[in-house]
T-cell receptor, first 114, second 116 residues
Framework: AQSVTQLDSHVSVSEGTPVLLRCNYS??????LFWYVQHPNKGLQLLLK??????LVKGINGFEAEFKKSETSFHLTKPSAHMSDAAEYFC????????????FGSGTQLTVLP | DGGITQSPKYLFRKEGQNVTLSCEQN?????MYWYRQDPGQGLRLIYY???????QKGDIAEGYSVSREKKESFPLTVTSAQKNPTAFYLC???????????????FGDGTRLSIL
């Protein structure tokens, strides 16, 4: 069995300040983990993915995430928020059955204040 | 550019009516998926297909049906048996096979279905 917990349903930051979106996972296998971003009325866009290579993963738009096995975490960070980062973010774990076994977190809504 | 096209963007259903949501991809992906998204919740898998003429139920298949007659197309029918169909529906696709087991899915821009 696998699960994903996004610890914050809403995060609010000021433009230019750091972003931290938290994700914890549980999995019986060595997981692959993704972060997706969703803008209003749009599909999900892949930000970055961890697939058992480097534990610090760099993604698009300046985002990065660190896989910490001891803490079962995969938190998403960005040094400086931009207004265009305002969106919903989903942490996703993929199981041993592959892409048909994706488990989504419930999402974190990021608000960026001017 | 390759991608996934969902249509229509907005759809309205009357009581007792079946409606079909279209999903087409030109990524040459073998697998396709349908998800339902409700406010404040993550995505829930409705159906998936890994090969033409074959598909499997996901977590919430009741009241929905699909077909996979072509590799590029995976339409979803929301039947009158689905009593709470108002939601945002997302179609996705991915590669399958050896070496692709941990590859991400690619998503369309979704169809928002509402009840009249």
């Amino acid at each position: 069995a696998q699960s994903v917990t996004q610890l914050d349903s809403h995060v609010s930051v000021s433009e230019g300040t750091p972003v931290l979106l938290r994700c914890n996972y549980s999995s019986s296998y060595s997981p692959s983990l993704f972060w997706y971003v969703q803008h209003p009325n749009k599909g999900l866009q892949l930000l970055l993915k961890y697939t058992s290579a480097a534990t610090l993963v760099k993604g698009i738009n300046g985002f990065e995430a660190e896989f910490k096995k001891s803490e079962t975490s995969f938190h998403l960070t960005k040094p400086s928020a931009h207004m265009s980062d305002a969106a919903e973010y989903f942490c996703v774990v993929i199981g041993w059955l592959g892409a048909r076994q994706l488990t989504f977190g419930s999402g974190t809504q990021l608000t960026v204040l001017p | 550019d390759g991608g996934i096209t969902q249509s229509p963007k907005y759809l309205f259903r009357k009581e007792g009516q079946n409606v079909t949501l279209s999903c087409e991809q030109n990524l040459n992906h073998d697998a396709m998926y349908w998800y339902r998204q409700d406010p404040g919740q993550g995505l829930r898998l409705i159906y998936y297909s890994q090969i033409v003429n074959d598909f499997q139920k996901g977590d919430i298949a009741e009241g929905y049906s699909v077909s996979r007659e072509k590799k590029e197309s995976f339409p979803l029918t929301v039947t009158s048996a689905q009593k709470n169909p108002t939601a945002f529906y997302l179609c996705a696709s991915s590669r399958v096979g050896r070496g692709y087991s941990n590859q991400p899915q690619h998503f369309g821009d979704g169809t928002r279905l509402s009840i009249l």
